[in-house]
């Protein structure tokens, strides 16, 4: 079975940090890209960070500029979202979805390319005091 898992959302205050994890069973992360997503109440999934296979490309979103990371572990089979210094407008469930191209040397940022086929079922992500 081909899944994605998402780890590591929760509550945290402002100026907080948190380590989001998406780990694949079924299938390598490996030779794909993979990107973040996330999705507040009432508004449109937003890509946050996105990272190609063997590191050699990765995007962001300019909200995240500075404050977040992104990572793999191929050994781990998992790719990671560092979120250091959160602000309550980081609030919403995060997503990682990997890419179906095996052969693409990116990764892209736009949330209907098509290119995102496997996709987790989501972490909550709260930033308040």
């Known amino acids: 079975q081909l899944q994605l898992v998402e780890s590591g959302g929760g509550l945290v205050q402002p100026g907080g940090s948190l380590r989001l994890s998406c780990t694949a069973s079924?299938?390598?992360?490996?030779?794909?890209?993979v990107g973040w997503f996330r999705q507040a109440p009432e508004k449109e999934r937003e890509a946050v960070y996105c990272?190609?296979?063997?590191?050699?490309?990765?995007n962001y979103a300019r909200s995240v500029k500075g404050r977040f990371t992104i990572s793999r572990d191929d050994a781990k089979n998992t790719v990671y979202l560092q979120m250091n210094d959160l602000k309550p407008e980081d609030t919403a469930v995060y997503y990682c979805?990997?890419?179906?191209?095996?052969?693409?040397?990116?990764?892209?940022?736009?949330?209907?390319?098509?290119?995102?086929?496997?996709w987790g079922q989501g972490t909550q992500v709260t930033v308040s005091s």
């Open positions: 979805a990997a890419d179906w191209d095996q052969y693409a040397h990116d990764c892209t940022m736009e949330t209907d390319s098509g290119r995102y086929i496997y």
């Open positions: 990272i190609s296979k063997g590191r050699l490309y990765s």
């Open positions: 079924g299938f390598s992360l490996n030779d794909r890209a």
